[in-house]
């Protein structure tokens, strides 16, 4: 039916019902239970709830018509009858509508209702009351017939207060106050929730009007380990350098190409373990890299040695996978370097991943150097630490941790058992990458150090990401 949309409301976002080929079972499933009309004369009364069939009035013909339902696009141009079905849920909630309508003439009216009045949606704001004894209130609302059952205070990852009546003051524990951060979430008696976070570096008033576009790519895991691939863009939070960025642009990053360098040990420590390694690796490969991926070899021995290079090819990959043989020390900061290198001028999404059974023992480069290197570099390093059955020192782990844990990615311990489950992991983390574009106005030094903190507005789900760049 021309000028007719049908819409669904799930919380705040409103997706469209109707499609063509799904049409005969959507306008069974979806019948309007009550009729909203809006016009400039007279007020909407009464509540409305489910699925509403919202019929505009312009005034005028020839009109065209632009719906706006809390601050979200659902008609554009609507011609006549003028009018859409929407799904405002079970209950009664607040919902702010705004019309325009517009003739060729150049004539155009807009006005605003609000439905629902008082009817308010669960929420919670929290803001600070005395910094100096770490108190601080969180405002909340809630549906009437959905109270409040209380307010939790969470610290990495963990509940450390509840406040179970309005109102909801409390006091951050010192030690949890000392990152300057705290995260609250408002829980309903039906279990609905609500989260919000106070950060104590503030609002940066930058004089420039200059801007720059940060890109990253972050991945999230729930509370049982598990990454998730189905958040959404909502409860995304950037903050760069204490200051709350922009996001402008936001996706799966599953879709973009992908450039991997493949790091396999092959120092004569994994002399017994090397064919386990490298059928590991050749799983990996054909599990992870599609149509327009590319894949470069590298090898950890007395100096790095580059198989192959970048490539489409997923016949030499493997090739020189399967050709890999064991001899030497471990030059692994080098052999990372040298990765480092040979994708910094991909347009590619970038990932290094890294075999190894020990510590460094040839490299040029020392840790700190590579440290350095690899956050300019900002691409993410996974590391899997496999015991091939030769003493190493815990140092070392640490310092994969590290590193891991600056640019993104993170670290296994494997064994011959477990390590294709172990590349696994690692596939389900690239797949399930989150690819965020945002804006700072706050463009610091030149080369200064920012820090990278992505937050969700959930404690039950924790983001990954690089943890810092250095300005340009």
Known sequence: MRGSQHICSRGRRFLPLLSISLSMLIASSAQATSQ??????????GEFTGVVELTVRPGFDDARVTIVVDGQKLADGLRSPYRVTVDFGPAPVEHKISVTAYASE???????????????????K????????????????SPADDPVQGVEVWDAGKVIATVTAAPYRFAVPEPSFRQQFVQVTAKTKSGAEAADFWSGSGDVHAESVEVRT??????????NGVTRDDIDRSLFRVLDNGAEGQILEFGKAFDQPISIALILD?????????????????????????????????????VPRREVPLTTDRGAI???????RAAGRTSLYDSISSALRELR????????????????TSSILTFDEIDRVSKEAGIPLYFIAFDSGEPSQPQELDRMNYLAGETGGFVVTASATNLQAKYRDIEKDLRAQYAIRYQITDLGEHNQWRKVRVLLKSPKLTARTIRGYFAP
């Open 345 to 360: 001028s991909e347009k590619n999404r970038r990932a290094i991943v890294i075999l190894s059974d020990g510590g460094d």
């Open 214 to 223: 940060v890109p990253i790519f972050v991945s999230v895991v729930d509370g």
């Open 266 to 302: 092959a120092s004569s420590s994994m002399t017994y373990s090397m064919e386990d390694a490298t059928r590991a690796a050749r799983g990996f490969v054909q599990r992870t890299l599609k149509q327009g991926d590319r894949c470069t070899i590298f090898t950890v021995r007395d």
């Open 36 to 45: 909203l009309l809006l016009n400039r004369d007279d007020k909407p009364s």
């Open 318 to 324: 493997e090739t020189a996978i399967t050709s890999i």
């Open 106 to 124: 150049k004539r155009r009216v807009q006005w605003h209702e609000t439905i629902n009045r008082g009817h308010l949606p669960l929420s919670v």
């Open 126 to 141: 929290l803001r600070p009351v005395d910094l100096l004894n770490r108190i601080f209130d969180a405002d909340v609302t």
